[in-house]
């Protein structure tokens, strides 16, 4: 069956990077795009961008580019999204999701806390 | 920006039909699809290309898109359908909207 599984909760300081992984299971890693989507608590979803594990290619929303980075190990299945100059406001649940069927995500990671605190 | 727009909530009897619009510039242009989200836990895809259910996702749950909307019906509320839905189009979330049955 196909699985999304993310490393554990962080928390950083102001200005820290802060790096979430993403390791599939259960279909073909190179085969389907990564989705990174973000939740503040309360507050809606919200899309940081894309990546294709198989040539690399990136697209990042336009509020998130120059400090989001999202990468790739095809060898362990693994996909990795950077935040870097976090701030208070970066405090959120950040999810990992498989594109696929027109839609950002037809199966989801369980989420990362990444809490910016001083 | 492209921005979608939902209600911020609708609230349903059980066994009724609940309606959740999703608005957006010439939305009916583009493909959109709907979550489902319950507190604590990753959303699920409910609908994908305007219409089609994935594997294991009841009937009753329907969408369309036309014009500038795009709306998602659940039919036969139950009380497990009771969360958060979110549009989504060309990468944007709606709004959410949260759906109480009463």
């Known amino acids: 069956q196909v699985q999304l599984v993310q490393s554990g909760a962080e928390v950083k300081k102001p200005g820290a990077s802060v790096k979430v992984s993403c390791k599939a299971s259960g279909y073909t890693f190179t085969s389907y795009d990564i989705n990174w989507v973000r939740q503040a608590t309360g507050q809606g979803l919200e899309w940081m961008g894309w990546?294709?594990?198989?040539?690399?290619?990136?697209g990042y929303a336009q509020k998130f580019q120059g400090r989001v980075t999202m990468t790739r190990n095809t060898s362990i299945s693994t996909a990795y999204m950077e935040l870097s100059s976090l701030r208070s406001e970066d405090t959120a649940v950040y999810y990992c999701?498989?594109?696929?069927?027109?839609?950002?995500?037809?199966?989801w990671g369980q989420g990362t806390l990444v809490t910016v605190s001083s | 920006s492209y921005e979608l727009t939902q209600p911020p909530s609708v609230s349903v009897s059980p066994g009724q039909t609940a309606s959740i619009t999703c608005s957006g510039d010439k939305l009916g242009d583009k493909y959109a699809c709907w979550y489902q989200q319950k507190p604590g836990q990753s959303p699920v895809l409910v609908i994908y290309q305007d219409s089609k259910r994935p594997s294991g996702i009841p009937e009753r749950f329907s969408g369309s898109n036309s014009g500038n909307t795009a709306t998602l019906t659940i039919s036969g509320t139950q009380a497990m359908d009771e969360a958060d839905y979110y549009c989504?189009?060309?990468?944007?979330f709606g709004t959410g909207t949260k759906v109480t049955v009463l």
């Open positions: 990546m294709n594990p198989n040539s690399g290619n990136t």
């Open positions: 999701a498989r594109g696929s069927l027109s839609a950002t995500g037809d199966y």
């Open positions: 989504q189009a060309h990468g944007v």
